[in-house]
């Protein structure tokens, strides 16, 4: 999944910003805020399964100190992703459920492409790349 920026969550801190370090010997404040920052996002995922309900999650997901942020034109490729990792996972219950929220959905994206059609590219898109069946 390379090919498609993988299977992951972009985080992004919650806090304050500070500014760039100018120098290569950073400040306590600088080095509080990134081991606060990197702590948080080594604790956002608890595991696969809790990736899925990331992926297939509609909005930002916050927890703490960071958030998975998360753009509304990625969802249905972003569930079609948690679609195969439950299927990879053996979570056939999950799996039937994204799939059916999949085929059912109704929101249109900025093209105007109905979700099961979208769905179905990114399925396809995916397939090639997995070299294995995606069904919708």
Do not use: C
């Not at 992951?8 to 500014?19: D, E, K, N, Y």
């Not at 370090?21 to 306590?28: N, Q």
């Not at 999650?57 to 679609?83: C, I, M, N, P, T």
Request: glycine share 4%; proline share 3%; charged share 30%.
């Amino acid at each position: 999944m390379d090919e498609f920026g993988r299977m992951a969550v972009r985080l992004r801190p919650r806090l304050s910003g500070i500014f760039w370090p100018e120098r290569k010997v950073l400040t306590a404040e600088q080095v509080n805020y990134f081991e606060t920052v990197i702590s948080a996002e080594r604790a956002f995922l608890r595991d696969r399964r809790d990736l899925i309900d990331v992926l297939a999650s509609e909005s930002e997901v916050v927890r703490g100190d960071v958030y998975a942020w998360q753009d509304k034109a990625s969802h249905v490729a972003r569930r079609v992703q948690a679609l195969i990792l439950a299927e990879d996972m053996g979570e056939l219950v999950l799996a039937a459920r994204l799939r059916d929220s999949l085929r059912t959905g109704t929101k249109h994206s900025p093209g105007d492409l109905p979700e099961l059609i979208q769905a179905r590219r990114w399925a396809d898109r995916y397939a090639k790349n997995l070299n294995r069946k995606i069904v919708i």
